[in-house]
């Protein structure tokens, strides 16, 4: 079991050696061991129906300790923990044909007997941008997730990071379709999307990611989701311009027509009686005419990839965003329009021209509390300095240094005791450049990194790597 006792040691060293940790080491053993026994010792044979029972008192056990004895201000934090454990153990037998079957049998209800019942939030991805050592507990077998989701029960959050052995292992959603408020994957799969829109009404917050070619039924699976209030299609790789119209047309209270195109802005079509309409078209508008009702000032947070001028036109008019995420703007194009978002808090540049930005950046830039900015052409960190003075949380990430422009004397020393630019709010800073003066530079800017006085560091800096990165 070499793969248990590294994942030991590595707990060991995130989490010190305090007596509570100690505690929930033993208990990480104890589930272990106890899940090995059950799905290796031979003695254990199938009923007259083909399945194991013998697991079902010792994991009735288990999930009474559980919860009886876990305390609930620490529940989360220790039903990770025994996850991850669970998951490594997962991995390690189903490599051994001899235990693969009963693994994937048994196993579920070991893991559904380790949640504590206060736990509604399964979250399997990790935030890059606010890590905390629960990220450390995120890597669990998504075959093993899946399995598991049909014996839980009024899940709220469901969060599901790249999984590669699920495919054969179909979204089972029953035990929380009627609680489920928030719905994450990387793994876009139709058949899930679909699952979720036609039973889970209550989903609010709403996150897509995949590489697969995504089929143009994207807009009606997401057309359905009628309550949604934080829609993130960033991850989308290959969602196209007409889609991404359709969608954002819907979303802000307008109904785009079957055969609109990038060019109208989503306007709503004028029924001209032209006898080009196929009966086919037909279908297709009244589908449409009874999507359900949507209103711009419905969506707090939105995120997409891909965008084009039209695209931002719509995107404007989303008056209570609070978070924004804008990816590959092509052609590059101005956000000037974005400047009437009174209520953006969260704004996220990626892979864009910063020159496109700095209109809105002047505008919002001394309201926004968050900015994240990766590899955006051309970044001009003065600018940001003396335009967004009120950040709190401050994100760069470039995989080539020429993308941030710095002053021209930063590689000197001396230099850094200059007044601008400086971040005199910031308490959160992740940083990924790959040059050291530049990243002393940047650094010096900060002054809770270089105050004596101010006592404690409340800035942080990550030096991570670019490809650890996700919208």
Known sequence: MRNLSSFSRMESLAYGETLFNKCVEAMGVYVSDLMKRLITDSRNSRGPDGKYHHYQEPCSRLEEYVTCHMPQNVSEDVTYRLISRVSVCYTYLCNDVKFRRACEEVAPHVLKAVIHPA????????????????????????????????????????RIRKMSTFGHVPLDVEGFKDTLEEFSTRNYLESDIEMLANKCKRIKCLELGGRKNISSNIFDLISRFEGVEELNLTMLSFINTADLQRILSWLVGRIPSSNSSSQNSGDIPTNTGASSQTPEDDVVDEQLRNLPERHSGQLKSFGCANVT????????????????????????????????????????????????????LVAVGNHLICLKIIDVFGTNFTFISQNCRSLE???????????????????????????????????????????????????????????????????????????SCSA
């Open 393 to 467: 949380c401050f994100h760069l990430f470039f995989s080539r240094l020429e993308h941030l422009i710095l002053p021209a004397n930063y590689r000197d020393v001396d230099s850094h005791s200059l007044p601008f630019p400086d971040f005199s709010s910031v308490i959160t800073f992740q940083l990924y450049i790959t040059e050291r003066l530049a990243q002393r530079y940047v650094v010096s800017r900060f002054r809770a990194f270089t105050s004596p006085s101010s006592g404690v560091f409340s800035a942080v800096a990550y030096m991570l790597p670019l490809g």
């Open 309 to 360: 001028d039209e695209h931002i036109n719509l995107i404007c008019m989303f008056y209570n965003l609070t978070s924004l995420i804008i990816s590959d703007v092509i052609p590059p194009c101005p956000l000037t329009p974005l400047r009437s978002l009174n209520h953006l808090k969260d704004l996220t540049l990626i892979r864009s021209c910063f020159s496109d930005a700095e209109e809105l």
């Open 119 to 158: 736990v509604k939030r399964l979250d399997f991805i990790r935030d890059n941008w606010h890590p905390t050592l629960l990220e450390f507990y995120d890597d669990v077998s998504g075959d093993l997730i899946y399995r598991t989701l049909p014996l839980l029960r009024d899940l709220k959050v469901l």
